[in-house]
């Protein structure tokens, strides 16, 4: 199971972290990805990470604004959003990366940029 | 990147066999064989249907198929069921930097 949390309505500019907690499988071992999804819109990929932590990857597009890193011992991942803009609003969903696709998804937590 | 190219949408009746076609280009779904596909019911996160291009993960029915010919790669859905009603994606690995996009989306009705 994947539980993503920390989403909510904010301001153009601020910052915002989202977390994942994952259970039911061995997180320390896996890939993890953030992908989002504008309303009504197809999904984006946003940023994967190697299990250890150690390699992370970025849509060019976000690069510099939004962090990906994780805590194994606490099965969580974790997504830093920074000066946040109206396009950034979005479904965010967390899921594992696993022989070149998105094989588990959590529900997704709802961010949105308004002023 | 763009988003790889899929038909907005496409119907069937039960019983019936669809296409879903998702086009890129020689840097994506051309040089790599790793297209998957997702399904997305309404309020609902993605499923993996297809993974490597026809590998279809544990639980999901093998009415889903998928193939790749050149730069575009193809789901099928077969014998099709009005649970099969939902929107389609595929995705592609492009390469290191900026590992995959996605396409643009099918919505798949069942007449």
């Known amino acids: 199971q994947l539980v993503e949390s920390g989403g909510g309505l904010v301001q153009p500019g601020v910052s915002l972290r989202l977390s994942c907690v994952a259970s039911?499988?061995?997180?320390?071992?896996?890939?993890m990805t953030w992908v989002r999804q504008a309303p009504g819109k197809g999904p984006e990929w946003v940023a994967n990470?190697?299990?250890?932590?150690?390699?992370?990857y970025y849509v060019d597009s976000m690069k510099g604004r939004f962090t990906i890193s994780r805590d194994n011992a606490k099965n969580s991942l974790y997504l830093q959003l920074n000066s946040l803009r109206d396009g950034d609003t979005a479904i965010y969903f967390c899921?594992?990366?696993?022989?070149?696709?998105?094989?588990?998804w959590g529900q997704g937590t709802l961010v949105t940029v308004s002023s | 990147q763009s988003a790889l190219t899929q038909p907005a949408s496409v119907s069937g009746s039960p019983g019936q066999s669809i296409t879903i076609s998702c086009i890129g280009t020689?840097?994506?779904?051309?040089?790599?064989?790793?297209v998957s596909w997702y399904q997305q019911h309404p309020g609902k996160a993605p499923k993996l249907m297809i993974y490597?291009?026809?590998n279809r993960p544990s639980g999901v029915s093998n009415r889903f198929s998928g193939s790749k010919s050149g730069n575009t790669a193809s789901l099928t859905i077969s014998g099709l069921q009005a649970e099969d009603e939902a929107d389609y994606y595929c995705?592609?690995?492009?390469?290191?930097?900026?590992?995959?996009?996605f396409g643009t989306g099918t919505k798949v009705t069942v007449l």
């Open positions: 995705s592609s690995y492009i390469s290191s930097c900026t590992p995959y996009v």
């Open positions: 020689s840097s994506d779904i051309g040089t790599y064989n790793y």
């Open positions: 039911g499988f061995t997180f320390s071992g896996s890939w």
């Open positions: 990470i190697n299990p250890d932590g150690s390699e992370t």
């Open positions: 899921a594992r990366h696993l022989d070149w696709a998105f094989d588990f």
């Open positions: 490597e291009v026809r």
